[in-house]
């Protein structure tokens, strides 16, 4: 399997990218999937992770099929 590589504070400009926008994009879902499989992630994007799931599951952010969000 190859090994994946995340630009530094990924997780953070989903992070924000999603609060701004109230949606998260198939890019932001293909992240989060691989930090998720890094098995060297740190605490605080795991935190973030959470939050994020956490947000979807009550209803404030939306999931949309697009690749990504225009502004």
């Known amino acids: 399997m190859p090994q994946v590589n995340l ?3 990924a997780i953070s400009e989903i992070l924000a990218t999603v609060t701004d926008t109230h949606n998260i ?5 293909y992240g989060l999937l691989a930090a998720l499989l890094d098995e ?3 605490s605080e994007d795991l935190s ?5 799931l956490y947000s979807l599951r009550r209803g404030r ?3 949309t099929n697009e690749l ?3 502004m």
Do not use: N, Y
């Not at 994009?25 to 879902?29: G, H, I, P, S």
């Not at 973030?48 to 994020?52: G, N, P, S, T």
């Open 48 to 52: 973030a992770i959470d939050r994020l």
């Open 7 to 9: 630009l530094p504070g």
């Open 68 to 70: 990504s969000v225009v």
């Open 40 to 42: 060297s992630i740190p």
């Open 61 to 63: 952010i939306q999931m």
């Open 25 to 29: 994009t198939k890019a932001d879902r």
